[in-house]
């Protein structure tokens, strides 16, 4: 039974590798920051993860995002 459980939180971890490589790669390419924007960038996602606990996936990002840039 116990084995179930490390499979299952495994595959927890790989899948938000996947996504957190996505994100790192979608910023990477769209983001061109100066490091202040980046502790910017950072201490927002640090917020945001605490507020979500963690439960935020690429997508509902890139949503959040094109909502913003819609609103500007």
């Known amino acids: ?3 179930a459980g490390i499979g299952s ?3 927890r ?3 938000w590798r996947v996504e ?3 994100m790192g ?3 990477a390419a ?3 920051a100066d490091p ?3 502790r910017e960038l950072r201490a927002y996602a640090v917020d945001e993860v605490k507020r979500t606990d963690g439960k935020i996936r690429f997508d509902d990002a890139l949503d959040q995002q094109r909502r ?3 609103d500007a």
């Open 1 to 3: 039974m116990a084995e």
């Open 9 to 11: 939180a495994h595959g």
């Open 13 to 15: 971890l790989s899948e």
């Open 20 to 22: 957190l490589n996505m």
């Open 25 to 27: 790669h979608a910023i």
């Open 30 to 32: 769209r983001f061109r």
């Open 36 to 38: 202040i924007n980046r």
């Open 68 to 70: 913003l840039t819609d």
